[in-house]
C-alpha cells in the first residue's frame, strides 16, 4: 500500500465512524462522541490526503479510539468485544505490516478490501458498546471513569 496515494475507497469507510458518532450524542454519551468524532474527521482527511504527517495523526486517533473503548468495555463488563475489535485490527493492520499482506498487500484492491474490513469491524463493534452503554444503568462520566 502506497502511504502517499488518497484512496476515495477508504475516505467513504472512514466517514462512516460519523455514525456511531451522531448515535453517542443522541444518547448523550460524550466520552464515546469525542473519540468518534475525532477519528471520523482525522481518518477521513488521512485517507483523502495520504501524508505522513497525517498518518501520525491517524495513529493518535485510533489508539485513542482504543483507549476510550477499553475504559468503557472494562466499566461495562464486555471487554470481550473490545478484544475482537482490537484483535482483528492488530491483525489485518499490524500483523499485515510485517508480512506485507492483508491491509499491507502490495495489490492495491486486495488491501483497500483488508483495511475497509477493519474500519467495518471497529464500526460496528462501537456502535455495539455505545447501544449497550446508553442502556446501562453504569453511568460514568469523564471524571468518573
Not at 444518547?27 to 468524532?37: T, V
Not at 499485515?96 to 498487500?105: E, H, P, Q, S, T
Request: aromatic content about 18%; overall charge neutral.
Amino acid at each position: 500500500m502506497n502511504i502517499e496515494q488518497p484512496n476515495i475507497y477508504l475516505v467513504i469507510s472512514s466517514s462512516l465512524f460519523i455514525i456511531p458518532s451522531i448515535l453517542a450524542a443522541y444518547h448523550k454519551l460524550w466520552l464515546e462522541y469525542s473519540a468518534c468524532i475525532l477519528i471520523t474527521l482525522i481518518s477521513s482527511f488521512h485517507h483523502s490526503i495520504r501524508s505522513i504527517n497525517t498518518y501520525i495523526l491517524d495513529q493518535f486517533a485510533c489508539y485513542y479510539l482504543g483507549a476510550v473503548f477499553y475504559i468503557i468495555c472494562k466499566k461495562l463488563n464486555i471487554l470481550y468485544i473490545w478484544f475482537f475489535g482490537i484483535g482483528y485490527s492488530i491483525t489485518v493492520y499490524n500483523i499485515g505490516k510485517l508480512f506485507n499482506i492483508m491491509a499491507w498487500d502490495t495489490n492495491f484492491y486486495i488491501s483497500t478490501v483488508w483495511h475497509i474490513s477493519m474500519h467495518l469491524v471497529i464500526l460496528f463493534t462501537i456502535i455495539f458498546v455505545i447501544i449497550v452503554s446508553s442502556n446501562a444503568d453504569i453511568k460514568y462520566s469523564v471524571l468518573n471513569i
